[in-house]
T-cell receptor, first 115, second 112 residues
Framework: DVKVTQSSRYLVKRTGEKVFLECVQDMDHENMFWYRQDPGLGLRLIYFSYDVKMKEKGDIPEGYSVSREKKERFSLILESASTNQTSMYLC??????????????FGPGTRLTVT | SQQGEEDPQALSIQEGENATMNCSYKTSINNLQWYRQNSGRGLVHLILIRSNEREKHSGRLRVTLDTSKKSSSLLITASRAADTASYFCATDLEGGSYIPTFGRGTSLIVHP
């Protein structure tokens, strides 16, 4: 049974704090993604990684950084949290796309509140 | 901007009725996928339809794709209260990255 796990379901941080969100997948997938989800805006891609130590900016990378030191783990870092980063954060993984599947597997999400 | 846009934004029906959601997109695609999200949870993949396919079925789900109109529909037949969720379409662009772009979703409520 495939699984993507996120380190926290709920997180409350103060403005200016450094925040780490961790994501782990057990499917040996090549690609991993971080999205944020806000009401009325859907899912927006922050960063993705197609291999260990490789990363690409998504649509809204400002204020975020990522780290992928191991294939199974993809971390999202908020260097200095701000209230406008209060959101639901979703991690996903995807095997190498091909004729079989483009299906992404999502974690349960982390609801981050920055006060 | 969003590649796919779902319509309606919200849908409320009674158990047993059919639910139809639509997705329109702007540029040619390779694939279109539908995902489901229960409240406060991650997304779950439902079905993928390729640009050369017109219709696919999976259990009570029926997806159609009309590339000439750049639109897709998701039909859930004989809906159940457990189908209450948000439904998203995701598209990846023809000749572009394999990374899908998600729409804003349709919120479906099925009343028992």
């Amino acid at each position: 049974d495939v699984k993507v796990t996120q380190s926290s379901r709920y997180l409350v941080k103060r403005t200016g704090e450094k925040v780490f969100l961790e994501c782990v997948q057990d499917m040996d997938h090549e690609n991993m993604f971080w999205y944020r989800q806000d009401p009325g805006l859907g899912l927006r891609l922050i960063y993705f990684s197609y291999d260990v130590k490789m990363k690409e900016k998504g649509d809204i990378p400002e204020g975020y950084s990522v780290s992928r030191e191991k294939k199974e783990r993809f971390s999202l870092i908020l260097e200095s949290a701000s209230t406008n980063q209060t959101s639901m954060y979703l991690c996903a993984s995807l095997n190498r796309p091909g004729p079989v599947s483009y299906e992404q597997y999502f974690g349960p999400g982390t609801r981050l509140t920055v006060t | 901007s969003q590649q796919g846009e779902e319509d309606p934004q919200a849908l409320s029906i009674q158990e047993g009725e059919n639910a139809t959601m639509n997705c329109s997109y702007k540029t040619s695609i390779n694939n279109l996928q539908w995902y489901r999200q229960n409240s406060g949870r991650g997304l779950v993949h439902l079905i993928l339809i390729r640009s050369n396919e017109r219709e696919k079925h999976s259990g009570r789900l029926r997806v159609t794709l009309d590339t000439s109109k750049k639109s897709s529909s998701l039909l859930i037949t004989a809906s159940r209260a457990a189908d209450t969720a948000s439904y998203f379409c995701a598209t990846d662009l023809e000749g572009g990255s394999y990374i899908p772009t998600f729409g804003r979703g349709t919120s479906l409520i099925v009343h028992p």
